[in-house]
T-cell receptor, first 117, second 119 residues
Framework: AQKVTQAQTEISVVEKEDVTLDCVYE???????LFWYKQPPSGELVFLIR??????QNEISGRYSWNFQKSTSSFNFTITASQVVDSAVYFC??????????????FGKGITLSVRP | DTEVTQTPKHLVMGMTNKKSLKCEQH?????MYWYKQKAKKPPELMFV???????INESVPSRFSPECPNSSLLNLHLHALQPEDSALYLC??????????????????FGAGTRLSVL
C-alpha cells in the first residue's frame, strides 16, 4: 500500500531564510505521480506541482524548487528567500496508476510552515 | 481558470437539521470528489464521482448523501449529523484521462471548502 511521510510537523523561519520541506513516499507501483499542495489559512488546497515517476528532473519555479530522487523515494520542496505569504500547511501527496479508473490521492500529514517577519 | 466554487463557506447546524453543501466547476472536469478534513489533519477522501456516477464511497456513514445532478455540480446532503462530523468539507475536480492514459496523473483542483459546525 502506498504511504507518504512528512516527518517535519512544524517549521518556523524568519523571512528571507531558505526552507526545505521533506517528503518520503512508499509505493509498489512503477508508475505513480507525486504532488505538492499548499493550504493557507483560508482553507483551499492550492496545487503547486506534479511529478511523474519517470521524470527525475528537478524543477524550479520562481522561489520554489523541487528535488525528486527515486533512489531515496523522496520529493523535497525548497522555498528560497521565504516570505510571510508562504505561511501555510504544505501537503505532499501520491497517486498510483494501479488504482485504475479512479484517482486517489494519498496525503502526508502536512507540514505547518510559519514565516516570521 | 482552475476554479472550484463551494457554498456556503460556513455552516452551523443542529443534529436534527437537514442541510446541503454545494460544489460547482466549469472546467469541463468529469471527476469530482468530496473530502473531509479535521483540524491539523490531511484531507480524507469520502466520495468520487466519474461521469456523474458514484465510483468510490469510502465507507462513509449514510447520514452523508452525495449527489451529482450534472457534470458541473456536486452536492453533499447532510442529515442527522453528529458533533464529530464538524470539519472542513472540501470539493475537488479533475479531468478524466484521455484514452490510454491514467487518471492517476490528473491534477485535482480544490475549492475553498465549507466549514461545518454541528451543535
Amino acid at each position: 500500500a502506498q504511504k507518504v511521510t512528512q516527518a517535519q510537523t512544524e517549521i518556523s523561519v524568519v523571512e528571507k531564510e531558505d526552507v526545505t520541506l521533506d517528503c518520503v513516499y512508499e509505493t509498489r507501483d512503477t508508475t505513480y505521480y507525486l504532488f505538492w499542495y499548499k493550504q493557507p489559512p483560508s482553507g483551499e488546497l492550492v496545487f503547486l506541482i506534479r511529478r511523474n515517476s519517470f521524470d527525475e528532473q528537478n524543477e524550479i519555479s520562481g522561489r520554489y524548487s523541487w528535488n525528486f530522487q527515486k533512489s531515496t523515494s523522496s520529493f523535497n520542496f525548497t522555498i528560497t528567500a521565504s516570505q510571510v505569504v508562504d505561511s501555510a500547511v504544505y501537503f505532499c501527496a501520491l497517486s498510483e496508476a494501479a488504482t485504475g479508473a479512479n484517482s486517489k490521492l494519498t496525503f502526508g500529514k502536512g507540514i505547518t510552515l510559519s514565516v516570521r517577519p | 481558470d482552475t476554479e472550484v466554487t463551494q457554498t456556503p463557506k460556513h455552516l452551523v447546524m443542529g443534529m436534527t437539521n437537514k442541510k446541503s453543501l454545494k460544489c460547482e466547476q466549469h472546467m469541463g472536469h468529469r471527476a469530482m470528489y468530496w473530502y473531509k478534513q479535521k483540524a491539523k489533519k490531511p484531507p480524507e477522501l469520502m466520495f468520487v464521482y466519474s461521469y456523474e456516477k458514484l465510483s468510490i464511497n469510502e465507507s462513509v456513514p449514510s447520514r452523508f448523501s452525495p449527489e451529482c445532478p450534472n457534470s458541473s455540480l456536486l452536492n453533499l446532503h447532510l442529515h442527522a449529523l453528529q458533533p464529530e462530523d464538524s470539519a472542513l468539507y472540501l470539493c475537488a475536480s479533475s479531468r478524466f484521462p484521455d484514452r490510454g492514459s491514467t487518471v492517476a496523473k490528473n491534477i485535482q483542483y480544490f475549492g475553498a471548502g465549507t466549514r461545518l459546525s454541528v451543535l
